[in-house]
Structures are given as structure tokens and as C-alpha cells.
């Protein structure tokens, strides 16, 4: 991996740099990962820096902290955390995220690092028969509800089984796909 790159605007106002400490980061939905930010503010005047957080990945990310007061030569660094929900709201990818570093002093200058945080993901899954019993003679029917609660697709082959062995399944579809946070539903005969 390339050494990271400095973002550097230079007005008479405002002279700083900004540097992700790193540019591609992995989280877990429900956990949490970070990276640091390095602010220097190379201009000849005291100046106050706002950062925040840009792009999809700004719902669920915080910079801490979040306003940086840096005398001329002086820098600091700032950590920005992910914390993506655990939530099919969340797929799995790699998301771009930015970092805009604001100048108090020249409000038209701005600095912005990029990087790609990348959600892993996660399985949650949920079937159950609707209705819960079910009544016939010879026959019964019911629905299945495959409910897929995780950040990615699933494919789930289905089969049933009584113990007793009295009865037999057919079952309409054999196999469902349900995409991250979608139902699916297949058809049961007893």
C-alpha cells in the first residue's frame, strides 16, 4: 500500500495539511473501528479547524475531536470512529467516506482526505409457518416466511421433517433467495 497522501490548500488566510493516518479501514456491523487524522496548520496565524465527516459512511461515524484550535507550526490528530449499526440498513461494501478539515479564519478554504471504509457482513435470518398450527383431515396448508434481518443475500434450501414420521412436506418453492432486509415466502403441504 502507497504511503499516504497529503491534502494541502494554501491561501493567505489558511495554510494546513491533513493526513489520514489510513486510507482503507474494516468494520463489523455493531463493532466499531477507527483511523486518525493529522491536522497541521502551517500558516503564520492562530486558526480554529472544524472536521466532519462526508458520504454515505457520515450517518454512523464521528470525529472526536471535532473542532481542532492550532497555534502557526502546531498540529494535532483527531480520531475518526465507525460504528456502523448492526442493520440490513447497512449493506455489505466498500463505502467511500471523506474527511473535510474547515478553516475558521478563510471560511472558502477547506481540505478533504478520502478513504473507503469497508462494512463486513452478517447473517440474521428468521423463518417461521404462518399459521403457527395448522388443521386438515388428509391436508393442511401454511406459509413459510424466510426473514432476512442481515446486510447481505441469502439462499436457503428448504426442508421439513416430522419426527414421527406421519407426516409428508411438500414444499413450494424447494429454495428461496431474499435479498438484505426482505421477506421471502414459500408455500407448505402436509
Do not use: C
Not at 20 to 36: F, I, M, N, R, Y
Not at 120 to 146: C, M, Q, V, Y
Not at 160 to 176: G, Q, W, Y
Request: no cysteine.
Amino acid at each position: 500500500m502507497a504511503a499516504p497522501r497529503s491534502a494541502t490548500y494554501d491561501s493567505t488566510a489558511m495554510a494546513a495539511t491533513a493526513t489520514l493516518a489510513s486510507k482503507a479501514v474494516t468494520v463489523t456491523p455493531g463493532g466499531e473501528a477507527d483511523t486518525e487524522v493529522r491536522v497541521r496548520n502551517s500558516g503564520t496565524i492562530v486558526d480554529q479547524f472544524t472536521l466532519e465527516v462526508l458520504g454515505d459512511a457520515a450517518a454512523w461515524t464521528i470525529v472526536e475531536p471535532a473542532v481542532i484550535p492550532l497555534f502557526p507550526g502546531a498540529e494535532a490528530v483527531a480520531r475518526v470512529k465507525f460504528k456502523p449499526p448492526k442493520s440490513s440498513s447497512v449493506p455489505a461494501r466498500a463505502v467511500p467516506f471523506a474527511v473535510r478539515v474547515k478553516s475558521r479564519e478563510d471560511a472558502r478554504a477547506s481540505l478533504v482526505e478520502e478513504g473507503v471504509v469497508e462494512v463486513g457482513p452478517f447473517n440474521d435470518t428468521f423463518a417461521e409457518l404462518i399459521p403457527r398450527t395448522a388443521k386438515g383431515r388428509s391436508r393442511a396448508h401454511a406459509r413459510l416466511a424466510l426473514d432476512n434481518k442481515g446486510n447481505v443475500r441469502i439462499n436457503a434450501r428448504l426442508t421439513a421433517a416430522d419426527p414421527d414420521r406421519k407426516l409428508n412436506f411438500t414444499i413450494t418453492p424447494p429454495a428461496l433467495s431474499s435479498e438484505a432486509g426482505t421477506a421471502s415466502f414459500a408455500s407448505v403441504r402436509m
